[in-house]
């Protein structure tokens, strides 16, 4: 079992940044797929952003230019770096760690609220 823990979340006006965090409980964490996924109220989870074990990195288009995913694999860390927040981004964001191959898993981290607001 992974254990994914998220941090970062908050109140930040139209325009500004966050940079959320999850780190992993796992030591097999350079073998995973990381990924950020967030849940607006009403609406079904969807993608934000992904990085590979390899750093190759997907952006769902609405966040494309202006969120950044990186990975710090000696902290088994997962950053979302938001610029330029709109109030359509706000939402529950969730850390997601796969692993495709065995011991294969799919895990998720509790979320953290980000909300932005004037």
């Known amino acids: 079992q992974v254990q994914l823990v998220e941090s970062g979340g908050g109140l930040v006006q139209p325009g500004g940044s966050l940079r959320l965090s999850c780190t992993a409980s796992t030591s097999l964490f350079t073998t995973y797929t990381m990924g950020w996924y967030r849940q607006a109220p009403g609406n079904q989870r969807e993608l934000v952003a992904t990085i590979t074990s390899v750093g190759t990195t997907n952006y769902a288009d609405s966040v494309k230019g202006r969120f950044t995913i990186a990975r710090d694999n000696a902290k088994k860390t997962v950053y979302l770096q938001m610029n330029s927040l709109t109030p359509e981004d706000t939402a529950v964001y969730y850390c997601?760690?796969?692993?495709?191959?065995?011991?294969?898993?799919?895990?998720w981290g509790k979320g953290t609220l980000v909300t932005v607001s004037s």
């Open positions: 997601n760690a796969e692993r495709s191959v065995y011991p294969r898993g799919n895990y």
